[in-house]
């Protein structure tokens, strides 16, 4: 294949070169390079959100008036406190349980010291065989209704736990759904909880890529000025038939972006061909046309439109 030269246009040779389309007489020092022919991968570029691995809806679990609620905005770790319900019905309902639950262990204390006397009285024929069995029935009937108190406390007492809400990953508050001093039901969102350290970018990629995305573990992600490598970490294995196309996420932790920011995504859209590679900067783009410039063996320059 012929090789052409083509002119490496910096932003200032840019204003140059169209100064000298007008006087031809003029001559500008450009910097050139060779176009070369090497096999590429043809790729497409797709719009990308940027989205928090871990984003949840914080809700009641308990009803009851909201009493502390922590600050939007604030950074939490998991297991800190970030809302409190009132639960001073709780617990006097957990110390009438406990109460209950005394009397029935003295019920059952006393049965049991009963059941001791009888078995001595029986020996010597003291008592009867039926006082006997009775004694034994109510004791067993004690010992059951203490049995299902203490999960009945257990129950009370992870109520009273849940009116204090603790975050279940790392993140940072986003929203707050409620205010100090109303009333709370179950199920009810209180605040929004993001994970700001663990992000990924999602693409809705076409499914016709499908076979050429599996392939490759990077790709490469653009937003403002910046262009970078990125690990691809995961991608659905069906694809949405409304769409047809399939989710794919690229690990963005530890890169400076906010959840929700959009960005652009490169990806492969067939398998690699022979084709001609030119120097970025010396592709020029205008609104209606892109075009280069060669250099003839004359060090002529001719614009081509490609």
């Known amino acids: 294949m012929k090789l052409f030269t083509i002119i490496f246009l910096t932003a ?5 070169f169209e100064a000298w389309a007008q006087e031809k007489n003029d001559t500008q020092l ?10 590429v991968k043809p790729i497409m570029w797709l719009p990308g959100n940027v989205v928090s691995r871990f984003d949840a809806e914080i809700s009641a679990e308990q ?3 909201l009493l502390f609620i922590v600050e939007m905005g604030t950074q939490v770790k998991e297991g800190t406190v970030i809302a409190r319900l009132d639960d001073r019905k709780i617990k006097l309902e957990l110390s009438q349980l406990q109460a209950s639950k005394r009397q029935l262990e003295a019920e059952v204390g006393y049965l049991e010291k009963q059941q001791v006397r009888m078995d001595k009285l029986v020996e010597n024929y ?4 039926s006082e006997i069995d009775r004694n034994r029935r109510d004791l067993m009937v004690a010992t059951e209704q203490l049995a299902s108190m203490k999960l009945q406390i257990q129950t009370v007492q992870l109520d009273l736990e849940k009116t204090v809400i603790r975050a279940p990953f790392s993140g940072t508050v986003n929203t707050h759904f409620v205010s ?6 179950v199920s009810m969102p209180l605040l929004q909880l993001v994970d700001t350290d663990h992000l990924d970018i999602q693409v809705a990629a076409p499914l016709n890529i499908s076979a050429f995305v599996t392939q490759i573990d990077e790709a490469q992600v653009k937003w403002s000025n910046q262009l970078l490598k990125l690990p691809i970490r995961t991608w659905s294995s069906a694809g949405n ?11 963005a932790s530890g890169i400076n972006l906010f959840a929700g ?16 590679t030119i120097p970025r900067d010396g592709l020029i783009l205008r609104e209606k046309e892109s075009f280069v410039f060669t250099v003839d063996d004359q060090f002529v ?6």
């Open 12 to 16: 200032l040779n840019l204003l140059v």
């Open 241 to 251: 038939q409304a769409s047809r196309t399939f989710d794919l996420r690229i690990d």
């Open 30 to 39: 450009v910097s050139t390079k060779r176009v070369k022919s090497e096999m």
């Open 180 to 185: 100090l001093g109303e009333l709370i039901t």
């Open 126 to 129: 003291s008592t009867s065989v």
């Open 261 to 276: 920011s959009a960005v652009q995504v490169s990806l492969p859209k067939s398998e690699e061909v022979m084709g001609v």
């Open 63 to 65: 009803p009851g008036q």
């Open 301 to 306: 320059a001719h614009k081509v439109n490609v």
